[in-house]
């Protein structure tokens, strides 16, 4: 089972990006799935999750509730995390994750909780 994060790159502040978490099967993104991510010399941290179902999500991180935007797409196998307004502060390597057994989002998101995680996929803003 894997996941794999894409769609990260160079933006200018206030532009958006959308990332993608496939999955090679479709067991892995049937759970709820956890955005993360980690800047340089921080650890990582919880951004967004999306439950099994798809119709709850719960953010982390305070500021990007209102900017970013998680979904699910169960045709594809994919979770999506729409980033929009970005700042240099979101600047991080972006991962997906789940602990391969959670139906709803936890309250928070502790990433040693997590035992299958996509390579990550790197997000820079300039400012």
């Known amino acids: 089972v894997q996941l794999q994060a894409s769609g990260g790159g160079l933006v200018q502040l206030g532009g958006s990006l959308r990332l993608s978490c496939a999955s090679s099967?479709?067991?892995?993104?049937?759970?709820?799935v956890t955005w993360f991510r980690q800047a340089p010399g921080k650890e990582r941290e919880g951004v967004s999750c999306?439950?099994?179902?798809?119709?709850?999500?719960?953010y982390y991180v305070d500021g990007v509730k209102n900017r970013f935007t998680v979904s699910r797409d169960f045709a594809k196998n994919t979770v999506y995390l729409q980033m929009n307004s970005l700042k240099p502060e979101d600047t991080a390597v972006y991962y997906c994750?789940?602990?391969?057994?959670?139906?709803?989002?936890?309250?928070?998101?502790?990433?040693?909780?997590?035992?299958?995680w996509g390579q990550g996929t790197l997000v820079t803003v300039s400012s």
């Open positions: 994750a789940t602990d391969g057994r959670s139906n709803f989002c936890p309250g928070s998101a502790l990433a040693t909780n997590y035992n299958v």
């Open positions: 099967t479709n067991t892995s993104t049937t759970y709820a």
């Open positions: 999306i439950s099994r179902n798809g119709i709850s999500s719960t």
